[in-house]
């Protein structure tokens, strides 16, 4: 059973930037794909980024592209989102999620375990 603790949100200025972590536990990453998610209040979940379980395979929504970046580090059970030029749109509860044999598709059934997730704030 895997389990993802989100961590690194918070308050930030338009512009900033702040980098999230999601460490997982349980299992090793090799053979999963984890996507970011994100809910802003009053709106429904939305897809942000994704990285495949097949090393350099990434997705982006376009509204992340070019400023957000999904990586990975397998030795270390920890994905990242490093989000830079931050507005306010992107004020959001941002969630961790995997699937295995993850291929990083934008669709929440690609994924069999969640975050709590963690609050990103951008004030203008």
């Known amino acids: 059973q895997m389990r993802l603790v989100e961590s690194g949100g918070g308050l930030a200025q338009a512009g900033d930037s702040l980098r999230l972590s999601c460490a997982a536990s349980?299992?090793?990453?090799?053979?999963?794909?984890f996507g970011w998610f994100r809910q802003a209040p009053g709106k429904e979940r939305e897809f942000v980024a994704a990285?495949?379980?097949?090393?350099?395979?990434?997705n982006y929504a376009a509204s992340a592209k070019g400023r957000f970046t999904i990586s990975r580090d397998n030795a270390k059970n920890t994905v990242y989102l490093q989000m830079n030029s931050l507005n306010s749109e992107d004020t959001a509860v941002y969630y961790c999620a995997a699937g295995r044999y993850g291929l990083g598709r934008p669709s929440d059934d690609e994924y069999n375990y969640w975050g709590q997730g963690t609050q990103v704030t951008v004030s203008s």
């Open positions: 349980g299992v090793t990453l090799n053979g999963y794909g």
């Open positions: 990285i495949s379980y097949i090393p350099g395979n990434t």
